[in-house]
């Protein structure tokens, strides 16, 4: 009988083991902080000189948030502001970059704000408002969506409301240089409904629109530029910001207004891994291929615009690719492991697997809260 138990003992052991490989969510999101946060919590981009962007903070929170990890949280959000913010998200847009400066000092680098990690802080704070029952939460994230309102949206003749991808430098004269990639549409629709006095609805409108229009081929672009009565001009090339595009459209409930429309403008990346193993890092408007190689983060973000346009075939192959790129010594993705690859990973498997969902509203759906 001890024999017996002892062998049952050592099964149940392997299932264990075998269960906490390449895909489970939280050991990806516990290996990723130990790579790539120190122990202020701030997160690292070991290949970008060691800095520290809006971005990274940003979707660390919204992990942590999924993750029910309220310590991390904490720590993600005491950073940005004390660091990026001034010591007040409340009346400062963050900074998108801190790191290595001149004379051998750290602090920002660049003092302009990415509207997109300004957008996901505003969200996931509000989210965690009510998932975590923290009003302070709640009050910080209106007030960071007020100034973004304020500094970011901007209104194009001809166009309509539009979020700029930082507080300067994407208005010159009649041209506005917009990013596709900056508009998840969930987050926009769940802000309209949240703060339904502010841009938010207007801009959620604008977005299937600005995706196709910056797609003409089916591939997003990276950059698009606006000129009223011109219409848009997609930049030279859909690369490591295009990828989001993906996969923000991906992630869409079913029944979100404007779904179909976006997954439509975005066929051009189904149709050509029907004849390609991998995704192209690179490629033209038109569809010419620059780069057909990629990093294993580009195959785990088509994963819910695969799933989305019901290619099980083509989201087979991908996953594939993505599993055999896990490191089990590391518990990552790639070797070596990549700031951006992770965080794309973190997304794609942290929905495939339910560990996250957006409501058609865009309202957040966690394993942990989900009513």
């Known amino acids: 009988m001890m024999k017996l138990n002892a062998l049952w003992s050592l099964l149940a052991a392997i299932l264990i083991i075998a269960n906490c490989g390449a895909e489970d969510w939280t050991p990806l999101w516990k290996s990723y902080a130990a790579a790539f946060m120190d122990n202020q919590i701030r997160v690292i981009d070991h290949d970008a000189a060691d800095r520290t962007t809006s971005e990274g903070q940003a979707y660390a929170m919204f992990f942590a948030l ?129 703060i339904p006095d502010g841009p938010w609805q207007q801009i959620a409108v ?56 976006l997954l439509k403008a975005l066929s051009g990346m189904a149709r050509y891994l029907h004849n390609n193993p991998v995704p192209p890092s690179k490629v033209k408007p038109e569809g010419s291929i620059e780069d057909p190689k990629s990093p294993v983060g580009f195959s785990a973000a088509l994963l819910p615009y695969l799933s989305a346009l019901g290619e099980k075939n083509l989201a087979d192959e991908q996953i594939s690719r993505v599993r055999s790129e896990f490191n089990s010594k590391t518990g990552l993705y790639g070797n070596p492991a990549k700031y951006y690859d992770q965080n794309l990973t973190l997304f794609a498997l942290g929905w495939r697997e339910r560990q996250f969902w957006f409501d058609p509203q865009g309202n957040l759906k966690t394993s942990w809260k989900h009513d």
């Open 66 to 194: 999924v993750a029910n990890d309220r310590s991390r949280f904490d720590g993600l959000l005491h950073w940005t502001e004390v660091n990026l913010a001034s010591g007040d998200l409340a009346t400062h847009l963050p900074a998108w970059s801190w790191g290595h400066g001149p004379n051998d000092k750290w602090g920002v680098l660049d003092s302009n704000s990415a509207s997109d990690a300004d957008v996901w802080m505003a969200y996931t704070l509000l989210q965690a408002g009510k998932a975590w029952n923290e009003p302070h939460y709640a009050s910080l994230g209106t007030a960071l969506a007020k100034r973004i309102a304020a500094e970011e949206v901007v209104q194009i003749p001809g166009f309509g409301t539009a979020l700029l991808p930082g507080a300067r430098g994407f208005h010159k004269g009649d041209s506005y240089r917009l990013n596709a990639s900056y508009l998840p549409l969930q987050l926009f629709i769940w802000l309209g409904h949240e």
């Open 206 to 261: 604008q977005i299937p629109a600005l995706v196709s229009g910056s797609a003409p081929q089916g591939f997003a672009s990276d950059w698009v530029e606006v000129k009223p009565g011109k219409g848009f001009t997609p930049s030279p090339l859909g690369s490591y910001d295009a990828i989001r595009v993906y996969l923000w459209a991906g992630l869409l409930d079913l029944a979100t207004p404007g779904r179909d429309t």
